[in-house]
C-alpha cells in the first residue's frame, strides 16, 4: 500500500507561515509503518487547513484527499451567543447541542471529527467540578480522526459551553469553543457592583510533548471570578476576572497534579442589546510573566444577568521548550 507523504517547511521569503513539498511513498512494516502512517496523515491533513488551493499532485480518493475540509451543518446566527471562530480560522466550532438522555454531545463545524458531529462522554473522567469529558469515536479505516472536548450545561438550566481540540496535527488543527444562552435575552441592571464566582474548563494541547515527539492532550480544570460593574463605563459597563486553581488531567479525564499561573480576562465592556461581552485579551500568567495570549468573550444569562457564560482561549511557546501550547475552555459563573 501506498501513502501520500507532504513535509512542510519554513520558507522566510514566503507570507504564509509554511510552504508544502511533495515526498516519495514508502511501504514499512509493524510498528514502523503505524508510526509513518500516522505523521503522513498528519500533514496531509495539515496542508488541507492551512494551504487551501494548493495541488495535492498523486493523491486521491477519500477525504482529506477527494473530500470537503467544512464540516457541514448549520452555524448557530443566535447574536445573543458567541464562539471563536472570528477570532481564529481553525478554532471553527460555530454551534453547540446536547441530548442530555443519551449524554451525547454535537460540535458543528470542525472537520473530521464524525459524520454526525457526535462526542460521548469518557467515563473513566474524574473532575472535580461541574464539567465533563467527551471525545469523539474515529471509525476504523476512516479518515475520522480524535477530538476531546468539555461540556457544561448550567445547573440553572441557561447557558451551555463547550471547548474542543484534537493532537491529530502537526500543529495545533481543528477546534473552538462556545457559550450559549438558552433563554431570553435578561434585561441587564442599570446601575450595581457584583461578584460573579464559578467553574471552568478546558482542553490543551502541547505540540510535540510525547515520549516518541507527538502532540499532547490534557483537560484542564479551574474556577473563575468575575466582576461586573454595570454602571461605569457610562451606557456600556465594564467585566473582567481570572481563572485560578487550575488542575491538569490526562486524556482519559484521570487527575495528574497543580497547573502553575492563572488566566487574565481583561476588562472589557458589555453589549447591553445581547447582553454579550466584547471580545477582550486573556493572558496565561505564570510566574508574573504572560506565556500566552489569546481573547474571550461572553453572554449573560437570568434575571438580571445573574449568570455569565464565556469561552476563551491562549495559545503560544513562552516556556515551553517543545514549540507551543493552546489552551481552549469555558466558565460558568453566577452571582
Not at 34 to 49: K, P, S
Not at 150 to 167: C, E, I, M, N, P
Request: glycine share 14%; hydrophobic share 35%.
Amino acid at each position: 500500500m501506498r501513502y501520500c507523504f507532504w513535509d512542510a517547511l519554513r520558507d522566510e521569503n514566503n507570507p504564509a507561515p509554511y510552504r508544502a513539498l511533495t515526498r516519495r511513498v514508502t511501504v514499512w512494516e509493524g510498528a514502523e509503518k503505524q508510526r509513518y502512517i500516522l505523521r503522513a496523515e498528519h500533514v496531509t491533513r495539515l496542508w488541507m487547513g492551512l494551504a487551501v488551493g494548493i495541488g495535492l499532485a498523486g493523491c486521491s480518493g477519500t477525504p482529506p484527499f477527494g473530500g470537503d475540509a467544512v464540516d457541514q451543518g448549520g452555524a448557530d446566527t443566535d447574536a445573543g451567543n458567541v464562539y471563536l471562530d472570528e477570532q481564529n480560522t481553525f478554532l471553527s466550532l460555530n454551534n453547540i447541542s446536547y441530548d442530555p438522555g443519551s449524554d451525547t454531545l454535537t460540535l458543528n463545524n470542525i472537520p473530521f471529527d464524525d459524520p454526525d458531529n457526535a462526542y460521548e462522554r469518557i467515563g473513566t473522567e474524574q473532575f472535580n467540578n461541574g464539567f465533563n469529558a467527551y471525545q469523539s469515536a474515529p471509525a476504523a479505516g476512516t479518515n475520522e480522526i480524535q477530538y476531546f472536548a468539555v461540556f457544561r450545561r448550567s445547573d440553572s438550566g441557561l447557558t451551555q459551553v463547550a471547548a474542543a481540540g484534537t493532537t491529530a496535527y502537526i500543529d495545533f488543527g481543528y477546534g473552538g469553543a462556545g457559550a450559549q444562552r438558552l433563554g431570553a435575552t435578561p434585561s441587564l441592571p442599570a446601575n450595581g457592583i457584583y461578584s460573579y464566582s464559578g467553574e471552568y474548563a478546558g482542553v490543551r494541547t502541547s505540540l510535540n510533548a510525547g515520549v516518541n515527539g507527538e502532540n499532547v492532550v490534557n483537560y484542564v480544570t479551574g474556577d473563575v471570578e468575575l466582576a461586573v460593574d454595570f454602571d461605569d463605563f457610562d451606557d456600556t459597563g465594564t467585566i473582567g476576572g481570572f481563572v485560578t486553581n487550575r488542575a491538569l488531567y490526562n486524556d482519559a479525564g484521570q487527575p495528574i497534579g497543580a497547573l502553575d499561573g492563572f488566566i487574565s480576562l481583561q476588562d472589557t465592556t458589555i453589549d447591553f442589546a445581547t447582553a454579550t461581552t466584547v471580545t477582550a485579551d486573556a493572558s496565561e500568567v505564570v510566574g508574573g510573566n504572560i506565556v500566552r495570549s489569546g481573547s474571550w468573550e461572553g453572554v449573560l444569562a437570568g434575571p438580571g444577568g445573574t449568570e455569565v457564560a464565556g469561552i476563551l482561549f491562549v495559545e503560544g511557546a513562552t516556556g515551553n521548550a517543545n514549540n507551543g501550547i493552546r489552551e481552549v475552555g469555558g466558565f460558568i459563573a453566577e452571582r
